[in-house]
C-alpha cells in the first residue's frame, strides 16, 4: 500500500491506543502510563524503520537507521528524564524537559539528509536554499509566538528555561526543514513517502513543544498532556508506515521525471506543488501572526524580531535567486528557440502540425518558401481541402492509421500541394502521433520536396514509353494499355457459333473448331495491327530521314481518325498497332479507317511518297494474355499480308488451326528422322527425244503419325525456321547418292538431282556435305545434280557463284531449279556457271493452249541450249504439253504424265524390266 494511503488508519490508531490506554482513564499515574504507551509504539517503530535501513542499500540504508536512532534517543532521553525528576516536580519547564528533544532531532535531521542522498544534495542551489530558509525562519517565528511566547508569559520559563525552550524550538524546526528538503528533491512514490514522514516529523514536533512547554499544574494541563501522546503516537505509527512500504525503499535513488517521466505521479506532483507553496505559506502565517500579536499589545521578543528579520532578508535573497533562474532560463530558452529555427529553416525537410480535426496548425519555412507553396492555402485549413483532389482518398486513410499513444512514425506517403504560381509541389512524408504529448498535441508530418525527382521520373517514364520518331506510345506503353483492357474484359460464355461464323462453303453440320474462343463482346476491345506497305522501297530512295517523316506523319493520321478512347502505338519499325474499345464490328470499321489514310500520298522533302498497309485484327477474351493476343493478330496480319495490300483480315478458327498445326509439326519435326518418320522417295527423269530415263530428282517425304502425309512445300519452310533444314538436306544428299550409286546401268550413268535450300548454301557447309556423300557413296561426282531454287540466287548470289564454282571443280552438275515460278530473269543464267535448267510447273501452265505460253517456254528453251545448258521441263501433266514440249526441243521432263515419286525398289525394278524405256501410250498432238 502505498504510504499515504494509511495516513488516516494510523491516525485512527494512534486515537484509539491513546483513548483507551490507562494514561486517560486513572488520572493516578497517569504520565507513566501514557509515558510506557509512547515507549511501546516508539520501539515498534524503530524496529520498523531499522528493518527498512536493512532493506536499503547506500545513503538510504544510513538515513533509515539513523531515523530508528532518533526515535529511540527520543525514547531514551523523554523517559530517562521524567524518571529522574518524578511526578512531583513536572509544575514548571527547566532544562532536562527543554533539551530532551534535541539528540533526537540531530540525529533525525542527519537521517533526512542522509535519505536525501550525495547527488541531489549537490544539485541544491540557492533559490532552494533561500525556500528552506524561509520555511525555517518562519517555522521560527511561529514557535516563539504560539508555544515559547506564551509560556515566559505565564512565568513558567526563567532565563535558563527560555535558553532551552528557544534550542529546542530551533532543533524541531531544523527538523521540519530537511523534511521539507527531502519533499522538494525527490520524485514520484520517494516523494509521497517523504511527505509522511514529514507529516510524522510534524506531529512529534508538536508532542515535543506541547512536553516542554506546558506542565500538569497550568490549566488544562492533563488535556494537553494526553494530546501530546496522541500526536506523539500518531507520528512514530506514521513513520513506522513509511518505512514497511518496500516498493518505494526498492525504487532507484535516481528515479527523475527528466530521465523517466512515469516516475511522477499525480499525487507525487501535488506533494511537489505544496512542498514549493509551504514557505511562502508559513512565511505569510507568521508574517501575519507577528503583526497581530503586536497589535494586540504583546511586543514581540528579540529573537522572534530576529527569526523575522531573517524571513525578509532570505525573502530578498530568494526573489534574487529566482530572478536569476528566470533570467538564466529565458536565456536558455530564447538560445534554443533560435538554434531550433536555425534548423528548422536550413533543414530541407519540412514539418507540418496538423491538429486533431486535420487543420495546419503550422508549416515549416522549408515547405513554403523554397518550393514555392502558398501560406495562405495551407496554414489555418484542412490539409484534406487544400491537397490536390486525386491524393485526397489515399491521405484520409493514411492519416487515420496513426496510434495516438504510439508516437511512432508511419511509413511514407506521397501527396500534392498548390504552389503559389498554379504548379503543384510533390511532397513525400512520415507521421508521428504525438496528440498525447501535452507538449505537442498534434500530429507531426516529416516532409520532403520531391518536386524534382516527381519530375525527373515523370520524364523517364515519358521516354521509356514513348517513341522518339513519332511521339506515340510505344510497344511497352501498348502492354500496360493491354493489360488494363483484358483486365476490364467481361466474361462471356463460350459457344460454337460465336467462334468462326459459317461460310458460303461451308457445311452447315460441320462444328466449328472452338479453340479460337469467342469474339470480343460489347463493351470490350479489338487489337490491331497495321503493317505499312513499300517502307523498304521508301528508304532507298528518300533515306531514313524520309522514311522517319513519313512515319510520323502516318502516326499523327492514324492520331487524328481515332477515338477520345482508342489508343494508337508504334508496334516495330513499320507496323502501329491500335487498341480500338468497342465490338469487333467497330474494330473492323476503325481498321477501315486507318487504310484510308495510309493510302492518301505522304508528302517529303524529296517528293511524295505513296504507301499501302494491311491490317490483322484480334478481339480480346476473357482470360487472355499479352503474347497470346500479338500472336492472333500476327497471325491475322500475315494472312492479311499474304492477300495483298490493303487487306483486313481477322483472327478466325481456320488461322488458329493453322498455326496449331505448325506449332505442332515444329514440334516434331525434331527428332523425325531419328523416329524413321522421314523417308526419300525418286521421279524419274525422262528424256523427250530418246523416250528413256536419264536419271531421277531425290524428293525427302514426311509421314506424321498424326496427320499423315505432310508434303514438302509445307514442313521444309518449318525445317528451316527451326534450324534442321541444313542437316535434313545433309541427309536427303548421303541417301540420294547412295541411291544412285546402286541404279543400274541401262543406256549409260543415270543421275540424281538433290534439291538444296537458300539456307543450306549461307552456311557455307553445301561443299562439305556433297563430298561427304560422295566419299560415302562411291557416286561418280558427274552423276549428281545440286539444284538450287531461283529464290537463293537472289538473295545471295556471290556465296551460290562461290559455290558453285567449286561444286563444277569436283565434277558436280549444278542447277537452277523452278524457274519461271517467281520473279525470273535471263541475267541468272549469265551470272551463275550452270548445267541444268529446270522449268517450273507454273511456267509450263496453259503451254498446250496459249501462243503467248509457248513463246516464251520456247524463248527460254532456245536461250539455254544456246548457253549449253540441259533442260528439264518440270509438272507435265498432259500428253499435250510433252507433245508441245517435243516440239520445242526441250531436251527432258518429268511429271505425273510420266511417272510419280516413288521408293528406291519401285525405281529400281522400273528401270530393269524396261531397260530404261518410259513414254505414255498415247501423246497427242497440239
Known sequence: MHPSRGTLACLGVAVAVVAGSPAVLAPAGAALA???????????????????????????????????????????????????????????VDPLRALAPVPGSVLACLGLLSLLGRVRARRTDARLVAEIGLFYAGSVVLAQLFVVAPAAGRGQLGVPGLLYAQLTVLAGAAVLSAGLTLIVRTRGARRAQAGVVLLALALLGGADGLATVFAEGVPAGATLTALSRVLDVTGLLLLARAA??????????????????????????????????????????????????????????????AAALACVVLAAVHRWATARQEIALTTRLRRSEAHFRSLVRSNTDGVLLLDGDGVVLWAAPSILAPSGADPATVVGRRLLDAVHPDDVPALSGWLSTPDPGAGQATGLHAFRLPRADGGQVHLEASATDLRADPDVRAVVLHCRDVTARVERETELTALAYTDAVTGLPNR???????????????????????????????????????????????????????ELVGLGEARTALGRAGVDVAVAEVGARLRGVLRTDDVVARFSEQVFAVLAHGTAAEGERVAARCLSVVDQPISTPLGPLDLAGDVGLAALRPGQGIEELVQLADLALAAAAEAGPGVVRQATASLLAARDRRDLLLRDLVGARARGELGVVYQPIVSVAEHRITGAEALVRWTHPLLGEIPPEEFLPIAERAGVLADLERWVLAEAATAAASLPDVGGPLRMGVDVSAGHVATGMLVGHVSAALARSGLAPERLVVEVSEAAVTADGDRLRTEFDALRLMGVRVGLDGFGAHTSGLSHLTRLPLDLLKIDRSFLTRIDRDATTRALCESTIRVSQALGFDVVAVGVESPSELAVLGQLGCGSAQGRLLARPMALSALHALVEERAGLLWPGLVGRS
Open 244 to 305: 514497511a512500504c518496500r516498493a518505494v525503499l526498492r525504487q532507484p535513488a535516481t528515479a527523475d521525471p527528466a530521465v523517466d517521466p512515469s516516475a511522477d505521479s499525480p499525487v507525487s506532483q501535488r506533494l511537489g506543488q505544496v512542498g514549493e507553496l509551504l514557505p511562502y505559506a508559513v512565511t505569510v502565517v507568521a508574517a501575519v501572526a507577528l503583526v497581530t500579536t503586536t497589535a494586540l499589545g504583546r511586543p514581540p521578543a528579540a529573537s522572534t524580531v
Open 34 to 92: 501514557g509515558q510506557l504507551v509512547v515507549v511501546v509504539v516508539a520501539l515498534g517503530a524503530a524496529v520498523a524503520l531499522w528493518r527498512a535501513g536493512g532493506r536499503a542499500v547506500g545513503g538510504h540504508r544510513r538515513g533509515w537507521r539513523l531515523l530508528s536512532g532518533a526515535v529511540l534517543t527520543g525514547v531514551v532521553t523523554s523517559t530517562a528524564e521524567q524518571l529522574l525528576r518524578g511526578a512531583d516536580v513536572l509544575q514548571a
Open 476 to 530: 511497352a506503353a501498348l502492354a500496360v494499355a493491354l493489360t488494363a483492357a483484358l483486365e476490364a474484359v467481361p466474361a462471356v460464355e463460350l459457344t460454337a457459333a460465336a467462334v468462326d461464323p459459317p461460310t458460303d462453303d461451308t457445311d452447315d453440320d460441320e462444328e466449328p473448331d472452338p479453340s479460337s474462343g469467342p469474339p470480343a463482346a460489347d463493351g470490350s476491345a479489338t487489337l490491331l495491327l497495321l
